[in-house]
């Protein structure tokens, strides 16, 4: 089954939410995990 235009948009304001949580951050590590952890959400949602 395939989402609603509803839950695509509160999809993509997920991932802009995290994209912003990603770029306000300093600490260049805790940024790359950031990074990191958003490229393994986004892979694993195109697996399923």
Known sequence: ???????????IRLILSALKDMLQETDPE????KAQ??????QTALAD
């Not at 805790?30 to 995990?33: H, R």
């Not at 952890?37 to 986004?42: F, P, R």
């Open 1 to 11: 089954m395939g989402m609603t235009g509803k839950q695509f948009n509160s999809y």
């Open 37 to 42: 952890e958003l490229l393994d959400n986004l």
């Open 30 to 33: 805790k940024k790359a995990a």
